[in-house]
């Protein structure tokens, strides 16, 4: 199973300088859709995942380019992490756009420790520093 994590399936990135708050917001990233496949060799999990991250202009916005990050993580019973790679994307939106999106191929293989397969899912998010998670406990994501 490959699901978004819907918790961390938004971000925000403030203006340079900027205040947490909403009207100091450059970006909103959201992590949008995932297809994937995964096989088994051994106790090696390798998943191919296609996923759709979108960027959208906010009000503080000075530019036309933004960089997010988001993460694979495979997960075991009570989805405890076993293990997690982070990705780097980078956006355009051109000029007179509010949005645009990429679809980010990543492929990625993890130890399973031996466990049964209907034991392990994939969760995937943004990749969310600090201050954003402290101004998302203030200001719920849209």
């Not at 503080?60 to 075991?76: C, E, K, M, P």
Request: proline fraction near 7%; hydrophobic fraction near 40%.
């Amino acid at each position: 199973m490959t699901a978004v994590l819907k918790p961390l399936a938004n971000t925000v990135v403030f203006a340079p300088g900027g205040q947490h708050r909403p009207l100091y917001i450059a970006w909103y990233g959201r992590y949008s859709d995932i297809s994937s496949s995964c096989t088994l060799n051994g106790t090696t999990l390798h998943a191919a995942l296609d996923n759709v991250i979108v960027a959208e202009r906010g009000p503080a916005v000075r530019d036309n380019d933004v960089d997010l990050s988001y993460f694979v993580a495979l997960t075991g019973p009570d989805q405890a992490i076993l293990g997690k790679k982070t990705f780097a994307v980078h956006l355009t939106v051109p000029s007179g756009e509010k949005r645009a999106a990429v679809n980010d191929h990543v492929e990625v293989a993890f130890n399973t420790g031996g466990r049964p397969v209907a034991d392990l899912g994939i969760l995937v998010g943004m990749q969310i520093p600090p201050d954003v998670v402290d101004y998302f406990k203030h200001y719920p994501a849209r």
